[in-house]
T-cell receptor, first 114, second 108 residues
Framework: DTAVSQTPKYLVTQMGNDKSIKCEQN?????MYWYKQDSKKFLKIMFS???????INETVPNRFSPKSPDKAHLNLHINSLELGDSAVYFC?????????????FGEGSWLTVV | EDQVTQSPEALRLQEGESSSLNCSYT??????LFWYRQDPGKGPEFLFT???AGEEKEKERLKATLTKKESFLHITAPKPEDSATYLC?????????FGSGTKLNVKP
């Protein structure tokens, strides 16, 4: 069973479109994250939710909006896609936000904006 | 400013040739240092967590160590299946900061 699963794995779309990436975790974790990995392989946090409540909201364009219907799901909606949004987006989860809690990642969603 | 720096960016080894990967960090209030392995087209896979200077953890051919300023991932007698990108992350102030990784290529 996949612990953190995200869909779609690959997404090619045109500039200006709106798209969503879905994420689900079956680890029973309280905290979920969205990370963006750029071409230089840096993983940068975008958002974090703890028990459906937004706790980290890094400086990302407000075209990006996370939604957490329950603590096992965290979806990412992107409006008016731009070329610079092309990247790999990783969903992740951990058991709470205490120090030292390990983050477990999904397989990634490859977004290409053309 | 870089808070987590990994070196080298890329490393080529012959099978059986041991080496070390470095992760240096400048964050204060370290709460944990994490090593991940990332294969092409996959998400990062958790390897180790280190919490305090002097701590060591081992798993098969991998051994991670931690000092107050850096961590090393030692690879003993690597095999081709150890080829991957190894990511280091530090947790401080409730956030994770990732390095850009070391891409390891082990040739048979």
């Amino acid at each position: 069973d996949t612990a953190v699963s995200q869909t779609p794995k690959y997404l090619v779309t045109q500039m200006g479109n709106d798209k969503s990436i879905k994420c689900e975790q079956n680890l029973g974790h309280d905290t979920m994250y969205w990370y963006k990995q750029d071409s230089k392989k840096f993983l940068k946090i975008m958002f974090s939710y703890n028990n459906k409540e937004l706790i980290i909201n890094e400086t990302v364009p407000n075209r990006f909006s996370p939604k957490s219907p329950d603590k096992a799901h965290l979806n990412l909606h992107i409006n008016s896609l731009e070329l610079g949004d092309s990247a790999v987006y990783f969903c992740a989860s951990s058991q709470g936000v205490r120090a030292g809690n390990t983050i477990y990642f999904g397989e990634g969603s490859w977004l290409t904006v053309v | 400013e870089d808070q987590v720096t990994q070196s080298p960016e890329a490393l080529r080894l012959q099978e059986g040739e041991s080496s070390s990967l470095n992760c240096s960090y400048t964050v204060s209030g370290l709460r944990g240092l994490f090593w991940y392995r990332q294969d092409p087209g996959k998400g990062p896979e958790f390897l180790f967590t280190l919490y305090s200077a002097g701590e060591e953890k081992e798993k098969e051919r991998l051994k991670a160590t931690l000092t107050k300023k850096e961590s090393f991932l030692h690879i003993t007698a690597p095999k081709p299946e150890d080829s991957a990108t190894y990511l280091c992350a530090v947790q401080a102030l409730g956030k994770f900061y990732f390095g850009s990784g070391t891409k390891l290529n082990v040739k048979p």
